[in-house]
């Protein structure tokens, strides 16, 4: 297993872990030059994880000097982090539709090699 990147919070470093184990575990076709798209994704859940703590804590709005509502930052933080992991996730692989959408481009009767020859008969 490849060590959580320094730039990891404590957060970020367990998620790490636990992607690193599933990837192996299910043999995704993971490379070297993945690594930094899991550290995108591994940071963006400690974003998260840490952005919902204080919401919790705190709740999502409070009442500013001119006596008005106001929304934390935490709140915009939580739904960006959100955002971010979604798309590194469908980039690695590791939602249900970025999963069959890989197996369906890599299975063998899906090449366009089928359509290449079928051009080229017909010529």
Not at 1 to 9: F, N, R, T, V
Not at 45 to 67: F, P, Q, R, V
Not at 90 to 116: H, M, T, Y
Request: some cysteine; hydrophobic content about 30%; proline content about 4%.
């Amino acid at each position: 297993m490849k060590k959580a990147p320094i730039s990891l919070g404590d957060i970020g470093k367990k998620e790490w872990k636990r992607m690193y184990k599933l990837i192996e575990k299910e043999n995704i076709d993971f490379r070297e030059k993945d690594l930094a798209l899991l550290e995108l994704y591994c940071k963006n859940y400690e974003k998260w994880i840490n952005a919902e703590k204080y919401l919790d804590e705190h709740g999502y709005s409070y009442i500013c000097s001119t006596g008005y509502p106001s929304q934390y930052p935490e709140v915009t933080i939580s739904q960006n982090a959100q955002k971010n992991m979604m798309s590194a996730m469908r980039e690695l692989g590791f939602s249900p539709a970025s999963r069959s959408k890989i197996v369906k481009q890599s299975s063998p009767g899906n090449s366009n090699d089928d359509d290449e020859m079928e051009e080229m008969i017909s010529k």
